[in-house]
């Protein structure tokens, strides 16, 4: 038999090895350079895993140095909500915080603890500089802040409820990208679809218009509930990318054939683009450059016309679609304070009922929760898209941010087998609905509106699904006009197929709107 002789360095590696456990725990974990930001592949990383981990990211409970490396790969905009000191953690903002002397205090002593320490390095640095956005309701700011110690600052302060980055995401895409690098995020596909067929694809019904196949009542009952409402007198807010200038059914010809009597407003809250956080160009306009608020809109409210163009769901209700971001990944600050300011819109408006948004984000944002939070106290019933996967964000995480809120009714989309699914929606215990709509033999997804004409198109994804429930939700309190929110709620789950057991993947699964239109809860 042949000796094995190792050499001294092996034997030293055998060595370390038979007690690798004990000195592992020993030495330090390495510390990221406080000198230094975070690499975008450092902070992608480090977001991915706690999201595979927790299936959620919460700014607040990353480091300061984290934080501020965020900043410093994106465009240095923080989000920063402040409070008058002594206030408990977690308490409801009262409504008329920024007019409060204690809130206005809170929030100017924050704004000089903002301002000393970053002229300690730029002595030119002004208030005015510092801000970014207009101020809303929320006692929030929006400054920019180029300093680790800034962070650390705040941080300590108990006039300080959160510090958070409002510009990074993973895989975040450079700002003022042209439109064909849209299409990997929700946009640019909202042309006519070739092909639909007659009978299979959608049924012609009175007037002309196209049903189509996932309105069948073997799957939500909605044609059956037209019969008793058609969503009358419900006012449903689309918080999305808007909605396209030259789709007439979603303009003149809003009302038209058995729509009749119901208004549409088309808004915008997307702040002007911003160099170095200071704004320029014009200010943004309500169109739709992307084609994906446009198709939510139609497939949740479009006319039930004479032009032979797909019918909404809700094709009574009246719409307002607001441009809240440039496309469905909520990657840029100004999509952050777009959004943030559509949901203080709809919280305010007293006609509105629904309120419907098919974007979202992978990491948390405070300042949108304060928003979505005021807008829940004022008793709107709002819905959110569960999460459609881009190629790159497959399998990371569950139900995405704001859905995963409690205030938010998280919606995701199934198959026409009634079981599976769609490839590209997320399901997790968030979920609370499931809408029909794609189909297993050819991959058809719901028929809606293009960006213009009366050809229909199709979209897909957990965003068709939320706009679509939005429309059921519409019809439901139509026919209830003096209920709550909570009611209406009780209603949709009554109906709904998992009422008795509701399912960790699909909530309560999918609403038969005509049980729900129909059968008064006992």
């Known amino acids: 038999m042949r000796t094995l002789t190792l050499a001294p360095a092996a034997l030293l590696a055998l060595a370390l090895a038979s007690c690798s456990q004990e000195t592992t725990e020993q030495l330090p974990t390495p510390q990221p350079d406080p000198t230094t930001a975070l690499s975008i592949q450092q902070l992608d990383e480090q977001i991915l895993s706690t999201l595979k981990q927790s299936t959620q990211y919460d700014w607040n409970k990353a480091s300061a140095h984290t934080v501020w490396s965020a900043l410093e790969q994106s465009d240095h905009v923080l989000s920063v909500g402040y409070q008058p000191a002594g206030l408990q953690g977690g308490a409801a903002l009262p409504e008329d915080a920024r007019q409060s002397p204690e809130w206005q205090q809170a929030r100017a002593q924050v704004l000089a603890l903002i301002l000393a320490e970053e002229q300690k390095t730029n002595p030119e640095m002004t208030l005015e500089k510092l801000s970014v956005f207009e101020a809303n309701a929320l006692p929030v700011l929006t400054v920019t802040v180029r300093e680790l110690n800034t962070i650390k600052a705040l941080r300590a302060s108990v006039l300080v409820r959160y510090a958070e980055p409002m510009g990074y995401e993973p895989n975040r895409q450079p700002a003022n990208r042209p439109v064909a690098t849209l299409s990997s995020s929700g946009c640019g596909s909202n042309t006519a679809t070739v092909g639909l067929v007659a009978g299979s694809d959608y049924t012609v019904i009175s007037n002309g218009s196209k049903s189509s196949w996932n309105q069948q009542d073997v799957y939500h009952g909605i044609r059956a509930a037209w019969s008793q409402s058609t969503g009358r007198g419900s006012k449903v807010l689309i918080i999305d990318t808007g909605s396209s200038d030259t789709q007439e ?21 997307l702040p002007r683009n911003t160099i170095f956080g200071i704004p320029y160009g014009d200010y943004e306009t309500p169109n739709d450059g992307c084609g994906h608020g446009t198709s939510m809109a ?216 005509a049980t729900a239109v129909g059968v008064p809860l006992n």
Not at 252 to 268: D, I, K
Not at 356 to 366: A, D, E, I, K, V
Request: aromatic residues 6%; charged residues 15%.
């Open 298 to 513: 139609g497939a949740c409210a479009a006319p039930r016309g004479t032009d032979g163009a797909s019918v909404g769901i809700a094709y009574n209700a009246s719409l307002i679609t607001v441009r809240a971001a440039e496309d469905v990944f909520l990657d840029a600050s100004r999509e952050v304070q777009g959004v943030t300011d559509a949901y203080l819109l709809a919280g305010n408006r007293a006609d509105v009922r629904v309120i419907s948004m098919s974007m979202g984000r992978l990491t948390s944002s405070s300042q949108m929760t304060d928003a979505i939070r005021y807008a829940y106290g004022k008793g709107k019933l709002i819905l959110c898209a569960a999460g459609t996967s881009f190629d790159w964000s497959a399998g990371v995480v569950g139900v995405i941010y704001p859905a995963s809120l409690p205030e938010a009714v998280a919606v995701t989309g199934v198959k026409d087998n009634l079981t599976t699914r769609c490839d590209e929606c997320h399901v997790g215990s968030d979920v609370e609905f499931t809408v029909v709509m794609q189909r297993s033999s050819n991959d058809r997804r719901p028929l809606t509106l293009a960006m213009s004409g009366d050809a229909p198109s199709t979209v897909g994804g957990s965003s068709v699904a939320t706009a679509s429930m939005a429309g059921m939700a519409a019809v439901v309190w139509s026919r209830y006009p003096t209920e709550t929110r909570a009611q209406i709620m009780s209603r949709l789950i009554a109906a709904s197929s998992n009422r008795t057991a509701r399912s960790s993947s699909f909530g309560w699964g999918r609403v038969n709107l």
């Open 249 to 269: 059914n979603l303009g003149s010809a809003f009302n038209q054939g058995l729509s009749t009597g119901r208004t549409v407003e088309r808004l915008v809250t």
